[in-house]
Each structure stands twice: as C-alpha cells, then as structure tokens.
C-alpha cells in the first residue's frame, strides 16, 4: 500500500512545523524579483541593501512580512518578520526573524485560508525550482553552535 509524503506544509497549524525553513536555491536580485511575484503582481521590495521584504499577512492587529534574506548561516532563506505599519504603508517597526514554519503557524491561528495561500506562494517557488522546505536546519544549526 503506498502512503503519500508527508510534506512539511501539511504539517501547517502543528507545533514540529514552527522550525521549518522555506531555503532559497536563488538568490534574489533586481533582474529575477519578478520570478518571486505574489499572486503575479505583488513583488518583494528592498528592505535594504540585501534583504527583500514581501507582505505576507495585514491585519489591523497583525502584519507579517516575508523576509528573503542571507540570515540561515550565510545561505539565503525566507523567514518571516512581525510588522508595525502607520499611514498605511510606512514600516515602522520589524521584530526579529523567525522561521518561516512559525510565521505560517502564527497567520494559521488568525486566519486559516491566508495561511494556505501563503503556502501555495512557497509551493509556486518551490515547483519553479527557486527554494524548498527544510524542516532539518534549525537542528543542524543548533549542532554547530
């Protein structure tokens, strides 16, 4: 009898997907940024010199952002980062990353069907060979500390 892959995001919503890390295969540039567009139109916009930052989830009490940035031991990953936002659109605040499996997790208790889609969104990278899910790294990193 086969049994299908457990893939990590069916594992949205449980407390093993929180470390889960959605890793970039490419490295986001002015010349490719198009090929990480949101829904065919939303693009990441620089955060800084390096960084990429995408609105994921807005709330009127709750913002995250996708971060696509070198931060998972110098490889380029997405994680995601608690947003504040004024005058609608201006960033004013970013909290620390944290892995992209939480972010999911935190949009998941809020707001079930943005959660899926926000999966949909990395499954799009992944099928276009941009990035994959990697539920091992948070223990490999761990181990080298």
Same mark, same amino acid.
């Given at each position: 009898?086969?049994?299908?892959?457990?893939?990590?995001?069916?594992?949205?919503?449980?407390?093993?997907?929180?470390?889960?890390?959605?890793?970039?295969?490419?490295?986001?540039?002015?010349?490719?940024?198009?090929?990480?567009?949101?829904?065919?139109? %939303?693009? @990441?916009?620089?955060?800084? #010199?390096?960084?990429?930052? $995408?609105?994921?989830?807005?709330? *009127?009490?709750?913002?995250? !952002?996708?971060?696509?940035?070198?931060?998972?031991?110098?490889?380029?990953?997405?994680?995601?980062?608690?947003?504040?936002?004024?005058?609608?659109?201006?960033?004013?605040?970013?909290?620390?990353?944290?892995?992209?499996?939480?972010?999911?997790?935190?949009?998941?208790? %809020?707001? @079930?069907?943005?959660?899926? #889609?926000?999966?949909?969104? $990395?499954?799009?990278?992944?099928? *276009?060979?941009?990035?994959? !899910?990697?539920?091992?790294?948070?223990?490999?990193?761990?181990?080298?500390?």
């Amino acid at each position: 009898m086969h049994h299908p892959e457990i893939r990590p995001e069916m594992k949205l919503g449980m407390k093993e997907f929180k470390n889960t890390m959605f890793m970039l295969r490419a490295q986001p540039t002015e010349l490719n940024i198009d090929k990480f567009a949101m829904q065919g139109d %939303l693009l @990441p916009q620089r955060i800084d #010199e390096v960084a990429w930052g $995408l609105p994921a989830y807005l709330s *009127n009490d709750f913002n995250l !952002f996708f971060v696509f940035a070198p931060n998972v031991d110098g490889c380029w990953a997405i994680s995601c980062s608690q947003v504040e936002i004024a005058d609608g659109n201006q960033v004013t605040a970013m909290s620390e990353t944290v892995p992209t499996g939480m972010g999911l997790n935190a949009v998941n208790e %809020l707001s @079930p069907s943005s959660a899926i #889609e926000l999966i949909a969104y $990395l499954k799009t990278l992944e099928v *276009n060979n941009l990035g994959y !899910f990697d539920e091992e790294i948070a223990k490999r990193l761990r181990k080298q500390q």
